[in-house]
Antibody, heavy 123, light 113 residues
């Protein structure tokens, strides 16, 4: 079964850090581009970050650039998001998503999504 | 960034009725080299992650019922549910993947009247 499972969410104080993980199974992880997409409570979807299949091309949304770092371990079929200097507006469910269909780096639709992990930034 | 605008924000229809959701992009998402529209539709039910329904603007994902169809080209797109079922209650999002960053519409909530 093709699956993405996120972990690492929780409560964190403003200015704090958190590391999210996503483990893939059921498909050749190293062949696929991956992204993190978030959804604030009651709001829509916001793309956060992208990483190419080999990890050499990386993009970030303006709202997180300089604070978040995406990475992957193709041996362990894992995707990561290191989040620092967290703000209240980063409170959201964070999804990892498999990218497909792009004609250039950073341009993907998302055909497989994890269940998400909730990050709450509050004092 | 390409701005995606959906309309309406919500709609309530009776079972069996036709639902039409519109999505407009601030610039064309038609790639001239392959004549493909880089536009996808997702369905998100409460408490669940989004699920891809349609890609390339009009190609149904495997396993998606044929009552769902996508149309349009360039900057104007529609998602149609030909006969609304109870299990179609959800929020629907369009997304462009023509250029980075990929961007989503604000969502359209579909309910049963």
């Amino acid at each position: 079964e093709v699956q993405l499972v996120e972990s690492g969410g929780g409560f964190v104080q403003p200015g704090g850090s958190r590391r999210l993980s996503c483990v893939a199974s059921g498909f050749p992880f190293s062949n696929y581009e991956m992204s993190w997409v978030r959804q604030a409570p009651g709001k829509g979807l916001e793309w956060v970050s992208y990483i190419s299949s080999g990890g050499t091309s990386i993009y970030y949304a303006d709202s997180v650039r300089g604070r978040f770092t995406i990475s992957r371990d193709n041996v362990k079929n894992s995707l990561f998001l290191q989040m620092t200097t967290l703000r209240a507006e980063d409170t959201a469910v964070y999804y990892c998503a498999r990218g497909v269909g792009g004609h250039d780096y950073g341009t993907n639709a998302f055909d497989i999504w994890g269940q998400g992990t909730m990050v709450t930034v509050s004092s | 960034d390409i701005v995606m605008t959906q309309s309406p924000d919500s709609l309530a229809l009776s079972l069996g009725e036709r639902a039409t959701i519109n999505c407009k992009s601030s610039q064309s998402v038609l790639y001239s080299s392959n004549k493909r529209n880089y536009l996808t539709w997702y369905q998100q039910k409460p408490g669940q992650p989004p699920k891809m329904l349609i890609y390339w603007a009009s190609t149904r994902e495997s396993g998606v019922p044929d009552r769902f169809s996508g149309a349009g080209s360039g900057t104007d797109f529609t998602l149609t549910i030909s006969s609304l079922q109870a299990e179609d209650v959800a929020v629907y999002y369009c997304q462009q993947y023509y250029s980075s960053p990929p961007t989503f519409g604000q969502g359209t909530k579909v309910e049963i009247k």
